[in-house]
């Protein structure tokens, strides 16, 4: 394989208008320290509000188009893996405040990046252990232990998601608070809550960091009807470009 020339070659590689995302995700910051208006228009970043009044800045992403042209719609970003472990930290303890309304008895995670909040967001809430589910199958698996899966960052088919088969007694019968990183257009959870049904478990509650738009609304109910309660750290727009820049999705 040939060695990359520099790093600057591949790095910071974005859409002509986007920040490269290194430096972001690193700190969480009061309104004060913030180095822009938390109101619209955005410019190359969102200041997502926390639940304490700081804030965390999120880049944002074009969202591509089918001709390649420029982007006129963009979210705000979280790569949890790339953010500081303060910052993880952090989100995880709102994510546990929301969730301790609940009454549930086991806490799962959803890969990959749900997987980097299950098992603090468990810890927070006096669990000694957590479910994590799967993307990767092992020989052991089933086939009717899986889901297909796709998202908005990952819209493509043929991933699956996976429950570890021994797994399985943890969750059978029991009510379970339900882990990812961030709820978008909803499909992942979707998914998610289908693997659940099919062992046998019930969905208390959602937790995630990062509720992006509204889209997932309607999609995460019971089948009686009733609404699934979704706990955030905070809440972002889609968000649309105008003239001035970018703003809030019209409704
Ligand atoms: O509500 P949705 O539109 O489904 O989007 C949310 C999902 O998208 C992202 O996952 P992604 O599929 O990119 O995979 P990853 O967790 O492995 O990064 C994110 O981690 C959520 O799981």
């Given at each position: ?19 490269a995302?290194?430096?972001y995700?690193?700190?969480i ?11 619209p228009?955005y ?20 969202m591509?188009?089918a ?23 952090q989100l ?6 929301g ?14 990046l ?18 994590p589910l ?19 960052t990952?819209?493509g ?11 399985l ?22 998914s ?13 509650a959602?937790a995630v960091?990062?509720?992006q738009?509204?889209q ?12 699934i309660?979704?706990v ?5 727009p889609?968000?649309?470009r105008?003239a001035?820049?970018?703003?809030p999705?019209?409704p």
């Amino acid at each position: 394989m040939s060695k990359i020339a520099s790093v600057a070659d591949l790095s910071g590689q974005n859409l002509p208008g986007f920040d490269a995302t290194t430096d972001y995700w690193q700190a969480i910051v009061t309104e004060a320290e913030l180095s822009q208006s938390p109101l619209p228009p955005y410019a190359k970043s969102y200041p997502a509000r926390l639940p304490d009044g700081r804030y965390l800045l999120l880049p944002l992403r074009g969202m591509p188009t089918a001709d390649g042209s420029a982007p006129d719609r963009c979210v705000a970003s979280l790569i949890a893996n790339q953010a500081s472990m303060e910052v993880v930290e952090q989100l995880a303890l709102h994510m546990a405040q929301g969730a301790g309304a609940h009454d549930f008895d086991v806490v799962m995670g959803l890969p990959t990046l749900g997987l980097a909040f299950a098992p603090l967001v468990a810890k927070q809430l006096g669990h000694s252990r957590y479910v994590p589910l799967g993307y990767s199958r092992k020989y052991w698996y089933r086939d009717e232990l899986s889901e297909p899966v796709s998202s908005i960052t990952t819209p493509g088919k043929g991933k699956l998601l996976y429950i570890d088969p021994n797994q399985l007694g943890l969750i059978a019968g029991k009510r379970v608070l339900v882990v990812d990183d961030a709820v978008s257009s909803g499909t992942t959870m979707v998914s998610g809550l289908k693997l659940l049904e099919r062992c046998g478990a019930e969905v208390a509650a959602i937790a995630v960091a990062m509720r992006q738009g509204t889209q997932w609304q309607q999609k995460l109910v019971r089948a009686d009807g009733s609404t699934i309660p979704v706990v955030a750290a905070y809440d972002c727009p889609r968000m649309e470009r105008r003239a001035d820049g970018w703003w809030p999705e019209s409704p």
